[in-house]
């Protein structure tokens, strides 16, 4: 089955060591999104690949970066994670910008210790 | 901007009994809605979309929501609960941001309780 896919499903870091999330995508989508969700809130949208054009919003602090290799995979890097950013992050496809339809990964829960 | 309110941050039914999950939106034209649930610890599963076709829309697991322009609203509802159901709800719009792209705008989501 065509699906989005987060690995991995739990990740622990230390305060201030860099860590990777990574994100597949078996849909053949233009289109990939990272969003950060804290506990009992909405996702937040960090920022946005269409095909190799990165998009970040406004408010994403610079420690979030993203990196898309090719059509299937990106990665989130947080370099220095503060307390502050354990969360669930979750990963997200469209087939293209106007496309209102995303498909959302199972997302990967981040602690930092 | 669009935007998008959930009425009710926690809703508690008893399963067999109807479930209604309020939404409203605030739009200058006519949006797209949507309905997303997330059990504990999952991503995000699209229940059902509004894109101005039928103002009726049916998803899955028995849930529909009525679009409803002259109140703004979308609510979601289910005739019977099942202990399944128990999840967090999100009312989202679909805003277009800068002219080209979509973008989602989420409610603050309902969580919703189903006791046997």
């Known amino acids: 089955d065509a699906m989005v896919i987060q690995n991995p499903r739990y990740q622990v870091t230390q305060f201030g060591k860099p860590v990777t999330l990574s994100c597949s995508q078996t849909l053949n989508h233009n289109v990939m999104y990272w969003y950060q969700q804290k506990s009992s809130q909405a996702p937040k949208l960090l920022f946005h690949y269409y095909d190799k054009d990165f998009n970040n919003e406004a408010d994403t602090p610079d420690n979030f970066q993203s990196r898309r290799p090719n059509t299937s995979f990106c990665f989130l890097d947080i370099r220095s994670p503060g307390l502050g950013d354990a969360a669930m992050y979750l990963c997200a496809t469209s087939r293209d910008l106007q496309t209102y339809e995303q498909y959302f990964g199972p997302g990967t829960r981040l602690t930092v210790t | 901007a669009q935007s998008v309110t959930q009425l009710d941050s926690h809703v508690s039914v008893s399963e067999g009994t109807p479930v209604l999950l309020r939404c409203n939106y605030s739009?200058?034209?006519?949006?797209?809605l949507f309905w997303y649930v997330q059990h504990p610890n999952k991503g995000l599963q699209l229940l059902l979309k509004y894109t101005s076709a039928a103002t009726l829309v049916k998803g899955i697991n028995g849930f529909e929501a009525e679009f409803k322009k002259s109140e703004t609203s979308f609510h979601l509802t289910k005739p019977s609960a099942h202990m399944s159901d128990a999840a967090e709800y999100f009312c989202?719009?679909?805003?277009?941001?800068?002219?080209?792209?979509?973008?989602?705008?989420f409610g603050t989501g309902t969580l919703l309780a189903v006791q046997p």
């Open positions: 989202v719009v679909s805003e277009l941001y800068g002219g080209v792209t979509n973008k989602l705008i």
């Open positions: 739009s200058s034209y006519s949006p797209s």
